[in-house]
């Protein structure tokens, strides 16, 4: 069953602004330490980075709360699954948030795509559960 749908767009070019000006304080506000790493290694580092930015706001749409309600830019990590499939690693309030929309008897799953052309960006995300065998 779906239980958020959240969507986003962003612009490399902003980003790159916001590095500029910002820097860490920036970077260490936004992202986490995995993310940085992946994105530092990027030759289209901007891009890289407003991709996970498109994808932090989607999920912070599809938990219903947005960025508030104790739901914190670097409590929603971009990670690969061993098959390179994007998804989203919940912490902190976002992993709480989450808890609490998901059913008993569900296990949360969350389904993450990303895209760019150019500098524009976009993220989509779908969180759904699906029921836990019985047991």
Known sequence: ?????????SDARRIARSIERFGDRFLDRVFTPAERAKADRR????ETYAKRFAAKE???????TGLSHGVFWRDMGVVNLPSGQPTL?????????????????????????LTDEGPLTAA???ISAELLPPG
């Open 1 to 9: 069953m779906i239980i958020g749908i959240g969507s986003d767009f």
């Open 43 to 46: 030759k289209l580092r901007a």
């Open 124 to 126: 989509h995300v779908i």
């Open 58 to 64: 989607a999920c912070a749409k599809a938990l219903g």
């Open 89 to 113: 690693e919940l912490t902190g309030g976002a992993a709480r948030r989450l808890a609490a929309l998901v059913p008993e008897g569900y296990a949360p799953r969350i389904h993450l795509s």
